[in-house]
């Protein structure tokens, strides 16, 4: 069975900290991977997708991430977190063989401290 | 676009009690999906809809069923509400993109205790 493991589940960092999420799954065909975030109060949106192709995909609010095939790993980065990134941020895993099937992992909450 | 809407927004039941979820989305898309988050779990997949007039089970669909009413609507319910039903529900809805799940839409959820 596909699982998605988020290595972190509680960070705190200062403001312009840079910040690394971890995140690894089990299935090893070939996946769609993604990265949520859950802002206080408000519903999950998107931050950024991979499907293929450059293995460094950029999305929104300076966030960028990184797949490593070999590794099984789509780690999250920003280099420079502002208090406005608190929040909890989920990595999901969609096997293209599983259907509609997305397995997110257990989430990230964010603390930056301003 | 009000993009996906969830009612009610709060509820409190009585262990054995029913009550129906509501999921509308308004995005025309294929797929809707419901969640439920518990701490530290993440968000497991209760049941999902690729299209109209189907359904199937996702992760954990023990204690629920569900209805799509039509495109824009799925409902989930709780038959008789337990104690490990406390929890977060998101509604979620996607359109596929070349047989490929793409990037999914998300309701404010329903934060439901059972007593």
């Known amino acids: 069975a596909q699982s998605v493991s988020q290595h972190n589940h509680h960070v705190i960092l200062s403001e312009a900290a840079s910040l690394e999420l971890g995140c690894n799954y089990s299935?090893?065909?070939?996946?769609?991977l993604f990265w949520y975030v859950q802002y206080p109060g408000q519903h999950l949106q998107l931050l950024l997708k991979?499907?293929?192709?450059?293995?460094l995909v950029k999305g929104i609010k300076g966030f960028e991430a990184e797949f490593i095939k070999s590794k099984f790993s789509f780690n999250l980065r920003k280099p420079s977190v502002q208090w406005s990134d608190t929040a909890e941020y989920f990595c999901?895993?969609?096997?293209?063989?599983?259907?509609?099937?997305?397995?997110f992992g257990a989430g990230t909450r964010l603390f930056v401290k301003a | 676009n009000a993009g996906v809407t969830q009612t009610p927004k709060f509820q409190v039941l009585k262990t054995g009690q029913s009550m129906t979820l509501q999921c509308a989305q308004d995005?025309?898309?294929?797929?809707m999906y419901w969640y439920r988050q518990d701490p530290g779990m993440g968000l497991r997949l209760i049941y999902y809809s690729a299209s109209e007039g189907t359904t199937d089970k996702g992760e954990v669909p023990n204690g629920y069923n569900v209805s799509r009413l039509n495109k824009r609507e799925f409902s989930l319910r709780l038959e008789s509400a337990a104690p490990s039903q406390t929890s977060v529900y998101f509604c979620?809805?996607?359109?596929?993109?070349?047989?490929?799940?793409?990037?999914?839409?998300f309701g404010p959820g329903t934060r439901l205790t059972v007593l």
């Open positions: 995005m025309n898309h294929n797929s």
């Open positions: 999901a895993v969609n096997a293209r063989t599983g259907g509609f099937k997305t397995i």
């Open positions: 979620a809805s996607s359109e596929e993109v070349r047989h490929r799940v793409n990037e999914q839409f």
């Open positions: 991979y499907f293929s192709g450059d293995p």
């Open positions: 299935y090893g065909g070939t996946v769609n």
